[in-house]
């Protein structure tokens, strides 16, 4: 799933990007992409439930969805 979309590219100024996978109740955030120079996040892990209902809060949050790409 595509959340966001820079305006540029890494090739640019830069990007942040993270590859998310669920591993059966744990939602796993790693192998990050940052801009040149930075040093990237450590690995995070969310609870599943709790990750879909925070991502279902924000997609139904119609007053500020500049960040949502579909």
Do not use: N
Not at 42 to 55: G, L, R
């Amino acid at each position: 799933m595509l959340l966001g979309e820079p305006e540029c590219t890494g090739g640019c100024c830069g990007f942040l990007s993270v590859f998310v996978q669920r591993f059966g109740d744990i939602v796993q955030w790693s192998d990050w992409e940052v801009p040149s120079g930075e040093a990237a996040p450590p690995e995070f892990h969310f609870d599943a439930d709790q990750y879909y209902a925070e991502v279902d809060r924000a997609s139904a949050d119609q007053a500020d969805q500049w960040w949502k790409y579909t």
